[in-house]
């Protein structure tokens, strides 16, 4: 029976939504874990924190995450807390809470379609696994569906402002995420500009915060583009073998993860027969990057760059669903979505503490390369793995997360070697405390991200290795150039300036200036 004072349709309104949050809840805590990419970015944090500034190694001023947003949520977790495990997991979980609340106000008055928008949160693995995984992936979400909901809205000046400033974050958050949002960001500028008004000052004021950064970028690191992503897409690579890996990664996630994709679909098709101008701009930055997801290889996360622009369409065409369709339609995709997440295997409304224990770390990667990346670390990583052994890990000291890269780094940090050359440099260099952690893979490495990738073989994504040139291992640890080639001397003697040389030096920016030539 419903309460006093309500009907049934009111009370449904208000109970079906609770218990769908209440569930995606349990889901987040259930797959809450950390990867090892995150620690990268926790590593730059506790440099800021002790002093040494934004950097990877100290000292030394390199951009070594893709995501300045994130970063800074992350540098206020651990100003307040002095770790960043339980604090950016309950950032995460708190965040992606948000966003669920987004899309549930986004489908009013449909209680059901709202909770169907959720249950799809907690079902798709491009969500529920990187929700809470110490990526940035639950800022984006959020913002994401903010600007969904503000572009919706009747047009008015605050409106410009709004979706300039929710663009910003979202650029900041991952710059290629721009994407996703630019074709209809300028679609709005170009209509405010036709009727009349004058949307570049509100679009100028929203977008500041992004501008600002990158002039911070530019003049504290030497480069508008994070060192990340000179890393990843710095290839010599031919362009069908990236467009067979992009293929590769669609495809994973379409076997894998079923909903995410369909979903997709199906809120595309709903925007772009029923929607307003607005929503099939939406659909159409969408394709633009999925198409640019295609053209740089996808990636090796299974479904991680999925879960974007699943939360923008989904938050668009919510609006669109309740108005246009029926209550009988709206029971049946929640029937339909509540029949997936309990049928579905890989569903991750199937909380598993033993996530992962079953197989070897190995067995979690494909022959594709994509990995299950949350098998891969949950076991050593995850929140409940990690709670069930907390006083095993506070009798044996162990680091925190206790997982293999962590023991390592810890031990490092002891060791007479001041240089250090390996992959998974996340846990392993944040617990290596102030000593050089040289990234083969070059995330963290501004000289050897410039140097492009040519592989021998067989690689995967994301793990572009490059094999170190003789006399630098010699030239970090020493401090003075080493190297035997002339022409990698002189890039190393640039990009050494740069990194460590007087921010506003003639010679500094004379070297950025030479880098930038080279690179691009």
């Known amino acids: ?33 950390q990867a090892d990419d995150a620690f990268i970015t926790f590593r730059t944090v506790r440099n800021a924190w002790r002093g040494h500034g934004l950097t990877w190694n100290p000292g030394e001023r390199v951009q070594a995450f893709t995501h300045p947003a994130w970063m800074v949520l992350s540098l206020l977790c651990y100003g307040v807390a002095r770790e960043c495990y339980y604090s950016v997991l309950v950032v995460a979980i708190v965040l992606t809470l948000a966003t669920a609340i987004i899309l549930v106000r986004a489908a009013r008055p449909s209680a059901v379609l709202g909770a169907a928008a959720v249950f799809v949160l907690g079902t798709a693995i491009a969500t529920a696994d990187y929700a809470v995984s110490g990526l940035e992936n639950p800022l984006l979400f959020v913002l994401l569906g903010a600007f969904a909901v503000a572009l919706a809205r009747a047009p008015d000046r605050r409106r410009m402002v709004r979706l300039a400033l929710l663009s910003a974050g979202i650029g900041l958050t991952r710059i290629d995420a721009l994407l996703l949002v630019g074709p209809a960001f300028l679609l709005v500028l170009v209509e405010a500009w036709r009727g009349g008004d004058r949307p570049l000052a509100p679009a100028a004021l929203g977008l500041a915060p992004f501008v600002a950064w990158e002039a911070f970028a530019l003049v504290y690191y030497g480069a508008l583009v994070p060192n990340t992503a000179l890393a990843k897409l710095n ?10 890996r992009g293929l590769d990664y669609f495809v994973d996630s379409a076997v894998t993860d079923p909903i995410c994709l369909a979903t997709i679909v199906a809120a595309s098709i709903v925007l772009v027969a029923r929607g307003q101008r607005g929503g099939r701009v939406l659909v159409l930055g969408v394709a633009l990057y999925l198409l640019y997801l295609l053209r740089i290889g996808g990636d090796f996360m299974s479904g991680r760059f999925f879960g974007a622009p699943l939360v923008l369409l989904v938050a668009a065409a919510l609006p669109v669903a309740a108005a246009r369709t029926g209550p009988r339609a709206q029971v049946l995709v929640l029937v339909a979505v509540l029949a997936y997440g309990a049928a579905w295997p890989r569903s991750r409304l199937h909380v598993d503490p033993g996530y992962g224990e079953a197989a070897a770390p190995a067995d979690a990667v494909r022959p594709s390369g994509i990995a299950d990346e949350r098998a891969y670390y949950y076991p050593r990583t995850g929140l409940l793995a990690v709670l069930a052994a907390r006083r095993v890990i506070a009798r044996a000291n162990l680091p925190l997360p206790p997982s293999q890269g962590a023991v390592l780094g810890r031990a490092f940090a002891i060791s007479p070697w001041r240089v250090s050359v390996g992959k998974e440099i996340g846990l392993f260099g944040y617990f290596a405390e102030d000593k050089i952690v040289i990234d083969s893979w070059a995330l963290g490495d501004p000289f050897l991200a410039r140097i492009p990738f040519r592989p021998t073989g067989w690689f995967r994504i994301g793990h572009c290795e490059r094999p170190l040139p003789p006399g630098y291992l010699e030239s970090r640890a020493s401090g003075r150039n080493l190297l035997t080639d002339p022409a990698l001397r002189a890039r190393y003697d640039d990009v050494q300036l740069v990194a460590t040389g007087p921010l506003f030096a003639g010679a500094r920016w004379r070297a950025i200036w030479r880098l930038h030539l080279g690179l691009w």
């Open 235 to 244: 290839l010599d690579v031919p362009a069908t073998v990236l467009l067979r």
């Open 1 to 33: 029976m419903p309460p006093s004072g309500l009907t049934r349709t009111q009370w449904l309104a208000r109970a079906l939504p609770v218990v769908a949050l209440a569930v995606l809840l349990v889901v987040l805590v259930g797959t809450a874990w």
